[in-house]
């Protein structure tokens, strides 16, 4: 009869392991402890020389332990980073809306004062009907296309003038900045259209 496996006593630091990795299921920093129990408790054990037991019970505390150590980051990521990427998707519409509008009052303020539209939109800015920083091609994801038509004679303001444009605002890429195409021409109405370009066959936006 094995009388040191009779004597042997289940490691404290085994159990405590096991019972925190289980814990950690509901709160996952008790995990780390739950790690270093059992490492710790592996080690007692094999240095014991059979004064110890519970090899098994610190086992398991391990792999339960490192199994929610690792995943409960994944799973909390899996989770967030898809609500996060559709918040920030949702500003970036909303900012684009707001840019696409500040631009067309902008380009129909132009057009009342100078008979025609602009040949960039740098010239808005230039006369001080907008912020320079609205005319730049890339905001917040999107990316703006001021498309002037070609100059025609006007004989109301006796010269040739722009009497037609396309201003189109898209993402950068549609699976993170934003799902929605806005399009705008001289009509003075926002169009959009989700997952593709918008044109002005699309709906009017709300």
């Not at 008979?115 to 230039?126: D, I, K, R, T, V």
């Not at 993170?176 to 926002?190: C, E």
């Amino acid at each position: 009869m094995n009388t040191n496996r009779t004597q042997a006593r289940r490691s404290s630091k085994a159990i405590a392991s096991l019972v925190l990795a289980i814990a950690a299921l509901g709160i996952w920093f008790t995990s780390i402890l739950a790690v270093i129990l059992g490492h710790r408790a592996c080690r007692d054990i094999r240095t014991s020389q059979g004064q110890l037991r519970g090899l098994r019970i610190a086992r398991l505390g391990l792999i339960i332990g490192y199994c929610v150590l690792i995943l409960y980051p994944v799973v909390v990521a899996a989770i967030a980073v898809p609500n996060l990427i559709e918040g920030r998707r949702a500003a970036n519409e909303r900012a684009a809306v707001e840019t696409v509008r500040q631009l067309n009052l902008a380009l129909t303020k132009y057009a009342e004062t100078s008979g025609g539209y602009p040949s960039s939109l740098l010239e808005l800015s230039e006369k001080r009907f907008i912020p320079k920083e609205k005319t730049e091609k890339v905001q917040d994801g999107y990316r703006l296309t001021y498309i002037p038509g070609q100059s025609v004679w006007t004989p109301r303001v006796g010269r040739r003038v722009i009497s037609t444009y396309e201003l189109r605002a898209e993402p950068l890429w549609k699976y993170v900045y934003g799902r929605r195409y806005f399009y705008l021409d001289q009509s003075g109405i926002i169009r959009v259209r989700v997952g593709k370009p918008a044109d002005a066959s699309c709906h009017p936006l709300d």
